[in-house]
């Protein structure tokens, strides 16, 4: 069946620090792969996405993820983290139903940033 | 930019009430979904629409109906509220193609007591 992990319920990093959030997924197929962010209060943001290619993607805001078709991991990167990058991140893996665009979720990585 | 747009941001229901949320989209996109979003779970599918009178069902579609008359709307009903559906109510639209990005509207929650 296919599924999105995401180890790490809460992650706490200091500002300035990097920062590496970690995606293993189950899929039958080459995936198209995302990381979305959801600030507080707000909807989701798309980060970044992976659909083939280089399988190292850069994102918005300075986020960059890396695709390891051995692993079965997406995990999102940062090389020095802002206070402003304090949300909650989605890594989620489709699509499904024959191009609908349907997408599965993992639960989520609330990040905390120390000033 | 309006992008998605969800009504009311906040409600409270009594169990057995009944409510309807509403979404709308100015992007011209084909596909709508309704998602929630329980701690700890991530966001489920609900119901998904391919285009105005289209609509089929998700990963949690009990207690829920929908319906897409237009191409920017889709309203998502509750008819007998229960508990187990306080959540967060996430709409969102995409492109027809497989793009796989969704917009997002800024959710909709939802107490059920």
């Known amino acids: 069946a296919q599924s999105v992990t995401q180890p790490d319920i809460h992650i706490t990093v200091s500002e300035g620090a990097s920062l590496e959030l970690r995606c293993n997924y189950s899929?039958?197929?080459?995936?198209?792969l995302f990381w979305y962010v959801q600030s507080p209060g707000q909807g989701l943001q798309l980060l970044l996405k992976y659909f083939s290619g280089d399988t190292l993607v850069q994102g918005i805001k300075g986020f960059e993820a890396e695709f390891k078709r051995s692993q079965s991991s997406f995990n999102l990167r940062k090389p020095s983290v802002h206070w402003s990058d304090a949300a909650e991140y989605f890594c989620a893996v489709g699509p499904f139903g024959g191009g609908y665009n349907k997408l599965i979720f993992g639960a989520g990585t609330r990040l905390a940033v120390h000033p | 930019n309006a992008g998605v747009t969800q009504t009311p941001k906040f409600r409270i229901l009594k169990i057995g009430q009944s409510m309807t949320l509403q979404c709308a989209q100015d992007?011209?996109?084909?596909?709508m979904y309704w998602y929630r979003q329980d701690p700890g779970m991530g966001l489920k599918l609900i119901y998904y629409?391919?285009?105005?009178?289209?609509?089929d069902k998700g990963e949690v579609p009990n207690g829920y109906n929908v319906s897409r008359s237009t191409t920017e709307d889709f309203p998502l009903r509750l008819e007998l509220a229960a508990p187990s559906q306080t959540s967060v109510y996430f709409c969102?639209?995409?492109?027809?193609?497989?793009?796989?990005?969704?917009?997002f509207g800024e959710g909709s929650r939802l107490t059920v007591l």
């Open positions: 629409s391919v285009g105005a009178g289209i609509t």
């Open positions: 899929y039958g197929a080459t995936p198209y």
């Open positions: 969102a639209s995409s492109y027809s193609t497989s793009s796989g990005e969704l917009f």
């Open positions: 992007m011209n996109h084909n596909y």
